[in-house]
């Protein structure tokens, strides 16, 4: 079964930095993309970056490039966000989601999320 | 900067036939993916390129494609079916970009 644990999410100020993980299993994890997804809760749905599964190709969304930046590591079958330079937008729920193989593009399964609360 | 435009709302009766429509100027040289997303929880993914259905998922979830709209149908649509629907897809430079969901009600 594939599943996508997330976590890492927190209460952080403004300006302040947070770390969330992405732990894989169920599935060959070096074989596949991830991405990260955000969701304002009540809103819609925003993708926040990708990397591709040798870490050879990773791309972002506006919104967070030169703020944000996603690694793996392939031994430990776990993706990671790194946000630094928050800000009270970036409030939401993130999820991961496993990429569509052969794609950097596309997606299917998610994991829950983890929440990110930013304020002073 | 690119957009997927999806109706706000759609209801209908149990039994009765629910379409959702997505549009977007890439649809016809990109692919529509269709997420489905019940209160409190994780998105599922319910159509894949435009048509396919991953397994799980009842064949009364169908997606067609035509031109610059994509499609969700839930033919005979169940209580259970109420929840948010999202398309999703990309255009030539790479932009990934969802809709802005659909609320169906089943009732």
């Known amino acids: 079964e594939v599943q996508l644990v997330e976590s890492g999410g927190g209460v952080v100020q403004p300006g302040r930095s947070l770390r969330l993980s992405c732990a894989a299993s169920g599935f060959t994890f070096d074989d596949y993309a991830i991405h990260w997804v955000r969701q304002v809760p009540g809103k819609g749905l925003e993708w926040v970056s990708g990397i591709s599964r040798n870490s050879g190709s990773i791309d972002y969304a506006d919104s967070v490039k030169g703020r944000f930046t996603i690694s793996r590591d392939n031994a430990k079958n776990s993706v990671y966000l790194q946000m630094n330079s928050l800000r009270a937008e970036d409030m939401a729920l993130y999820y991961c989601?496993?990429?569509?193989?052969?794609?950097?593009?596309?997606?299917?399964?998610w994991g829950q999320g983890t929440l990110v609360t930013v304020s002073s | 900067s690119y957009e997927l435009t999806q109706p706000p709302s759609v209801s209908v009766s149990p039994g009765q036939t629910a379409r959702i429509t997505c549009s977007g100027d890439a649809l016809p040289k990109k692919y529509a993916y269709w997420f489905q997303q019940k209160s409190g929880q994780a998105p599922v993914l319910v159509i894949y390129?435009?048509?396919d259905r991953p397994s799980g998922i009842p064949e009364r979830f169908s997606g067609s494609s035509s031109g610059t709209v994509a499609t969700l149908t839930i033919s005979g649509a169940q209580v259970e079916d109420e929840a948010d629907y999202y398309c999703?897809?990309?255009?030539?430079?790479?932009?990934?970009?969802f809709g802005g969901g659909t609320k169906l009600t089943v009732l």
């Open positions: 999703y897809s990309t255009d030539s430079s790479g932009n990934r970009v």
């Open positions: 390129e435009d048509t």
């Open positions: 989601a496993r990429g569509i193989p052969g794609s950097l593009y596309y997606f299917d399964y």
